[in-house]
């Protein structure tokens, strides 16, 4: 399962199948991270410096994190595509086929004035988390988003 928490300053990617349940994010950010809470993560409950300290401790590598660089990032199931911009201007997006089992994410890219900001895998995570809200499969034929998942 992948899910993506955004604040208005810091987005956490959370992975399912690499958590071992450590619990290094707990101890380190109880406000934020509890397990009994759905969803379990609550990315407002603590100061950005403390939640960023509690993440970097995950040993799996599970739970990550990156600044937003003011980039919003938004899911258009209308459209197919996550959507990234810097104000109104639309700098990148991740597109998936739709089929009745699986949506089939082909591509994946961000305006290269922007790299460096991992908007990539903000898209990527977007497409998927709504598929697999979905009970949808994803198929990553784009390559960037292969690597996202693996
Ligand atoms: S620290 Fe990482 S591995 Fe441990 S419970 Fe939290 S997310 Fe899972």
Redesign the pocket.
Same mark, same amino acid.
């Given at each position: 399962m992948h899910r993506i928490y955004e604040n208005n300053d810091i987005t956490v990617f959370?992975d399912s199948e *690499? @958590?071992?349940? =450590? *619990?290094? @994010?707990?101890h380190g950010a109880p406000q934020a991270?509890d397990r009994n809470k759905r969803p379990w993560i609550d990315v407002n409950a603590t100061s950005n410096p403390r939640l960023w300290r509690a993440i970097s *401790?995950?040993?799996?590598g =599970?739970?990550t994190c990156v600044y937003n660089h003011d980039i919003r990032v938004v899911f258009s199931e209308d459209e197919n595509r996550s959507i990234a911009y810097d104000g109104d201007r639309e700098i990148g997006e991740c597109c998936y086929d739709v089929s009745a089992e699986a949506w089939t994410i082909i591509h994946t890219g961000v305006n290269p004035d922007y790299r460096g900001k991992d908007i990539a895998r903000r898209l990527v995570y977007k497409v998927v988390e709504a598929a697999e809200k979905r009970k949808l499969k994803v198929i990553p034929v784009c390559s960037y988003a292969a690597r996202v998942l693996t």
């Open positions: 959370w *690499k @958590c071992h349940h =450590a *619990k290094e @994010c707990v991270f *401790k995950c040993p799996s =599970a739970l």
